[in-house]
């Protein structure tokens, strides 16, 4: 099975992001799939302008993944512009994207919703997005549940696609979306996420992740009295890091009252700290590696470009367009 997946260079990576999709993205290379997994930085570009900052998460984000476990022996882990291949179907997909479809999408609507002035990168990101999948005939898309509806107008757009040209050229991907790591929730509540300031750093120092997690929200319920878990955001996070077993005590500490909010939170600095402690120190010894780091992204680049090279001759052979080169 192609298995593929991206992340956007647009900030500091979370422990959202770790369990929503890191995680899940070590798991299917363990398991022998095919893996191509890149950085998605023409996407980046629909919500920032600052060069620096691209260029400073590019490189968050690939030391990320090789400190995780990403292993390049076994994955092709690339930048998305080393395959500008992926920018021309990106164009010949939106001209068989309806408008409406693109109008429907949440993710489009929140931004604005937000505040947000949109440009028309952001409208028709996920057509960008449909072109990083279908370019690599990817068959599953581990993503959060955030991800969703971009994964099914992949899928309507491959499907539009096959029928127009009447071929298959591409496969209809699906989503891979693991119910219990879905949503992680920030520190204010909301799904955590870059864009609303309320992450847990995944490579922080102790400190200032204890000083994070320390501002998680929590009700007013005194000290003394029994507290439910089910809605309490420090006990949703510490169900990402802690056994089974130290689960039932807290369950237990919740109900029976005589607990404060803070020492629970103090228990999920310290589970969170040991979590990350050997991904922090490869992250930052790789650092001291940008060789490295520059060689994996650009062999694997070559990889993924031959395999985006293959499938626009398709496309280009499907849809009439000649270039000199065929
Ligand atoms: P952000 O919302 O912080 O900008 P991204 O959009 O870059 O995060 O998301 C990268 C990957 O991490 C996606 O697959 C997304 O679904 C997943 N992800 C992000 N935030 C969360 C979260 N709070 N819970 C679960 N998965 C998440
Ligand atoms: N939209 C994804 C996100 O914000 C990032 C992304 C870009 C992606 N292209 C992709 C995810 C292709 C999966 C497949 O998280």
Not at 180 to 191: H, I, N, Q, S
Request: hydrophobic share 35%.
């Amino acid at each position: 099975m192609r298995v593929l997946s991206g992340i956007q260079p647009s900030g500091k990576l979370h422990i959202g992001n770790y369990f929503g999709a890191m995680h899940q993205y070590i798991e299917m290379h363990d398991k022998g799939n095919e893996c191509f997994f890149f950085i998605a930085n023409y996407h980046a570009l629909t919500s920032t302008t600052d060069k620096n900052a691209i260029v400073e998460y590019t490189n968050e984000v690939a030391r990320g993944y090789l400190s995780i476990g990403l292993d390049p022996e076994k994955a092709t882990f690339f930048r998305q512009s080393d395959v500008p291949e992926v920018c021309e179907l990106a164009w010949v997909l939106s001209c068989v994207t309806p408008m409406g479809l693109l109008e429907r999408c949440v993710s489009y609507k929140d931004k604005i919703a937000q505040g947000i002035t949109p440009n028309h990168g952001l409208f028709c990101y996920p057509v960008l997005q449909a072109a990083d999948i279908l370019i690599y005939k990817s068959d599953s898309v581990p993503v959060g549940q955030d991800q969703k509806q971009h994964l099914e107008l992949s899928r309507s757009i491959a499907t539009k696609f096959n029928n127009t040209y009447e071929q298959d050229v591409f496969i209809i991907p699906e989503p891979y979306i693991k119910a219990d790591v879905a949503v992680v929730p920030g520190v204010d509540g909301r799904k955590m996420s870059k864009s609303y300031n309320n992450t847990i750093a995944l490579f922080e120092t102790d400190k200032k992740t204890k000083k994070s997690i320390m501002k998680v929200e929590t009700d007013s319920t005194p000290m003394e009295d029994p507290k439910e878990y089910e809605n309490c955001n420090a006990y949703a996070l510490l169900k990402l890091v802690a056994s089974n077993e130290e689960l039932f005590q807290w369950q237990d500490k919740y109900k029976a009252g005589g607990m404060g909010y803070g020492h629970v939170k103090v228990r999920l600095a310290e589970l969170i700290n040991e979590r990350f402690a050997p991904y922090r120190e490869r992250y930052n010894a790789l650092e001291k590696d940008p060789d490295y780091v520059e060689d994996v992204l650009r062999e694997s680049g070559k990889k993924a470009r031959a395999v985006a090279q293959e499938t626009m001759e398709k496309v280009r052979a499907a849809t009439g367009i000649l270039t000199a080169t065929q």
